[in-house]
């Protein structure tokens, strides 16, 4: 889903009357998923309007190097950061998850936090298999998707996508990878199922044109996690209550609303254990495929 979370953070850095900053949060450009991410200026001048009410001061620096990002938590100039799961928990001993977590709850049940694979109903693809050779569009490869796709890979075939499709596209948002396959610039894309809900509803031949063929369990595409050695104890309830606020305003739940979510839910780590399914899968099937 959209990066709610990183504009939540931006208002209130952008307010005048800051005294003074209590917590800074590292933004990876990865989160920068959805199709009308341009359209949430609205949104993001209400957050400052709601400044004084959610009570939290917070500074936003994009990153668009995850490697710069991680040694910057780790050097303690930012506090924690806002990435794709994929990013957080590929290097897992810079974060704390024994302490409060964020992530995005989509719009609708739980089933829109898989992961799908989409193809063209008409070319009658049952299985991963005859994808072989294909084109494949794929949102970026630092996301669970990446990781899903390239556990069956691995799993099934010994090598990774690279090796296993004929070209990989690599869209600006999950809403073009989808289209491509609707328009036939590629064969088959890894997408999040909320995303093709929203396709769908906007467009009703996409979902009459398309099919899924499977499907990942329920995870968490976006997360915000503090980094270890932080004032944790303090800063993890100040945050919290911060999102409670937010969901609870009237304000607070139109924004929401507007980018298809419904709630920012406070987490912990074992509401991440499919993806840290999804990569411990992974990392097993490449080590076994490359013996």
Partial sequence: MLCLFALTLMAPAMADHRQQTEIVIG???RIKTSSNLTELSDANKTLIDLHEQLELDVELKLYHDVDKLVADIENGVINGALAPTGEILSHADTFDFDNVLFGIKVLGNQDGQRMI???????????????RGKKLSIFSHTNLEHYYLNTMLYQQFGIPDKQFFSDISIPKTIHKAILDVFF????????????FAIATELNPQVGKKLIAINQSPIVTFLV???GKHQQN?????????????????????EILRSIYTNELKIMTADDLK?????????NKAKKKANK
């Fill in 27 to 29: 933004i990876s450009d």
């Fill in 117 to 131: 694979t989409l193809v063209r109903a008409s070319d009658n693809i049952k299985s991963l298999a005859e994808l």
């Fill in 184 to 195: 036939g610039i590629t064969d088959v894309a890894i997408v999040r199922a909320s995303e």
């Fill in 224 to 226: 915000c996690a503090l």
């Fill in 233 to 253: 104890d303090v800063l993890g309830p100040e945050i919290a209550a911060f999102v409670h606020k937010l969901n609870a305003h009237p304000k607070g739940k």
């Fill in 274 to 282: 499919n993806d840290i399914m999804v990569m411990r899968g992974y």
